[in-house]
T-cell receptor, first 113, second 113 residues
Framework: DQQVKQNSPSLSVQEGRISILNCDYT??????FLWYKKYPAEGPTFLIS?????DKNEDGRFTVFLNKSAKHLSLHIVPSQPGDSAVYFC????????????FGTGTRLKVLA | EPEVTQTPSHQVTQMGQEVILRCVPI?????FYWYRQILGQKVEFLVS????????KSEIFDDQFSVERPDGSNFTLKIRSTKLEDSAMYFC???????????FGNGTRLTVT
């Protein structure tokens, strides 16, 4: 039962261009969403989050967009840098009481210099 | 910046043996988690822990698994009788509240032979 899906296992982008990573969810009770970045041999690192009362949140080069009606969120990285090359996971939770985050399968981003 | 630390980084054990994976969460965090990632697959929730008891657990977290916070700083995951399919990266995480971002350690790679 994949409640959080990242349908693109990999993405390649030229340095300086925009990277767009997508995530879909099925559970309409999810109301808090996060993006994590993961390098090999390291744990996931928190990047940015958004709650369901917003449709956009921005932090530097990273912007997350949430479309609740489509149950879809995306992470935009502008401009992309070679150091952004990593696996990106989206995660979702219900704020009201379940202390767990459900992760997607990840998208491997490669930024080409 | 405070971080979650996990030991050991790599544990090799024989099938049927008990293993204990150790974690030191961020000191002022109150919620603790274990996740695992089988090679090439998604990050899976195992258990959350708050106020000295399990808050939620997944179907993976069966009677072979247990968690403990023995001394107010360490948070451990015990697998009583390991199976080959327990081989995975095990990540500990902590958060300040039940719906704030998780901070992950760098993981323990468990290999069951």
């Amino acid at each position: 039962d994949q409640q959080v899906k990242q349908n693109s296992p990999s993405l390649s982008v030229q340095e300086g261009r925009i990277s767009i990573l997508n995530c879909d969810y099925t559970n309409s009770m999810f109301d808090y969403f996060l993006w994590y970045k993961k390098y090999p041999a390291e744990g996931p690192t928190f990047l940015i989050s958004i709650s369901s009362i917003k449709d956009k949140n921005e932090d530097g080069r990273f912007t997350v967009f949430l479309n609740k009606s489509a149950k879809h969120l995306s992470l935009h990285i502008v401009p992309s840098q070679p150091g952004d090359s990593a696996v990106y996971f989206c995660a979702a939770s219900e704020v009201s009481g379940t202390y767990k985050y459900i992760f997607g399968t990840g998208t491997r981003l490669k930024v080409l210099a | 910046e405070p971080e979650v630390t996990q030991t050991p980084s790599h544990q090799v054990t024989q099938m049927g043996q008990e293993v204990i994976l150790r974690c030191v969460p961020i000191s002022n965090h109150l919620y603790f988690y274990w996740y695992r990632q089988i090679l090439g697959q998604k990050v899976e929730f195992l258990v959350s822990f708050y106020n000295n008891e399990i808050s939620e657990k997944s179907e993976i977290f069966d009677d072979q698994f247990s968690v403990e916070r023995p001394d107010g700083s360490n948070f451990t995951l015990k697998i009583r009788s390991t199976k080959l399919e327990d081989s995975a990266m095990y990540f500990c995480a902590s958060s300040l509240t039940g719906n704030s971002p998780l901070h992950f350690g760098n993981g323990t790679r468990l290999t069951v032979t």
